[in-house]
């Protein structure tokens, strides 16, 4: 009797973790573009890793915020550069939770 009590208190604490998980993770990523206003970020987002990655080029103004929901924090990776679009041979870096400069 104990172990079957167990046993779903133990599943039950899966099932909402792995919720909670999901819920992090399709939450996206923000991106800022500290540049004047006159000048563009290009942001190039990596997707997966190994032979298989995939890109998403992004381009804010200056000053502008953009949310990227596709884009998985603590997965994906980013570089950025300002004034010219960036190549898949950029300097990556890990997209976090919070706003990626």
């Given amino acids: 009797m ?6 779903a ?20 990523a923000t991106f800022k573009c ?3 206003p006159s000048e563009k970020c290009f942001v190039m987002v990596f997707f997966g890793g190994g032979n298989g990655f995939q890109t998403k080029p992004l381009e804010l103004q200056g000053g502008e915020t953009k949310q990227a929901p596709d884009v ?3 997965r994906d990776h980013y570089c950025l550069a300002v004034g010219q679009p960036l190549s898949s041979q950029c300097p990556q870096m890990l997209v976090s939770n919070g706003v990626n400069e």
């Fill in 34 to 36: 500290r540049a004047q």
């Fill in 9 to 28: 208190f133990l599943g039950g604490l899966a099932v909402l973790w792995l919720g909670h998980t999901t819920q992090a993770q399709s939450a996206g």
């Fill in 2 to 7: 104990r172990r079957s009590i167990l046993t």
């Fill in 72 to 74: 998985t924090p603590g």
